[in-house]
């Protein structure tokens, strides 16, 4: 490792130890948004905060940056909160042999670190100043997405996102969207005694998710197939009564490759609930929604990037497509070219989450090189 690399490497190490130790779970990320809001402004940047709910999206300028940046760096602030089973403090960032343990140390914060690392080497050069970038992190990613769809509805532009989810081997351009969907099944009362005057919500509800399970989906050709996935269910009474139940409340989850809406969705919902014998059912989408993104892997913008990954790597950039929903969805719906890469380790949404040093120094290299070469400067 060169000298160079190395101090981006430690300034990695440090800015993902300081994130590690304040606590960010979705809903609670005011006090990450203005440790990062600060140590902008110490770069140089115009930093403006973006309220949303009690947190923020922290927002940054280079002071030469123009209506379409040429690159944006953005990630998320929360993580989910700390589960039992951590052999190591989860908000204390751990360097055991090639690891780094810490809640977040890869999604996301490792990637979120190794963006400040690139861009305070790039202040102390001087450079940042007169380069045309713009900065934005934002929270609840882990939820509902709230920080990108507001920081989103400021219209910015950009030639190139470069997201830092934990996405290294491979890059990702593509994920499947996400629809949640609702269901009432509505049967009739009867005596638990005599439930042949009555209709069962609940065995209705069974038929009908039985039912749900047979119809066939579309299959991506990098996106795979993603079934229908029940998340919730709950019918009958709080106390014990002997009465037929009358109604049946169910919540499903249905990741979207290209080509699958809402309307598509309904369809094979209703589809479905033509194995209900008795009743009627009602349905209704809530948050979140996500739509599918693909982008072509020959975009001009994503050769470039590929091809600085390979002079500052000597390695080929392996692009591919994500297998869960991310902010990329949104910023590829609105029409902004977007590379999801970042350090990347284990045990993400697990206790005992790590992101791999290696990567963490790679990826500090790589967001150097792109702040420096693929910007105006």
Known sequence: MSAGAALLFDRAVHYLKELVAIPSPSGDEAAAGKYLAEVLDGFGLSVHLQPVGTRCNVIGRTPATREVADLLLTGHTDTIPVMTGWQTNPF???????????????????????????????????????ANILVSFTPDEEALSDGMLAFLA???QATLVLLSEPHFHPATIGWPGKALLRAAVHGKAAHGG?????????EQAARFLSALGGVAVPEHEHLGVHPFVTLNIKGGYER????????????????LVPGETKDTVLGLAHKAAGAVTGGRMDFEFDRPYYPPAEQDPNNPEIQRFASLFREVTGQPLQLGFGRGVCDGDYLVDAGLTTISFG????????????????QLATCAEVFFAALSRLTRA
């Open 194 to 202: 005599r439930p042949s005057q009555g209709i069962n919500a609940i």
């Open 92 to 130: 204390c960032a751990t360097l055991d042999g090639d690891r780094i343990y810490g809640l977040g140390a890869a999604d996301q914060k490792g990637g979120i670190a190794s963006q400040l690392a690139a861009l305070e080497a790039m202040s102390e050069t001087g450079r940042l100043k007169a």
């Open 154 to 156: 400021t219209k910015p």
């Open 240 to 255: 014990y009564s002997l009465t037929v139940p009358d109604r049946c409340d169910i919540v499903i989850s249905k990741q």
């Open 343 to 358: 350090p990347s380790g284990g045990n993400t949404h697990q206790p005992n989450e790590w992101v791999s040093t290696a």
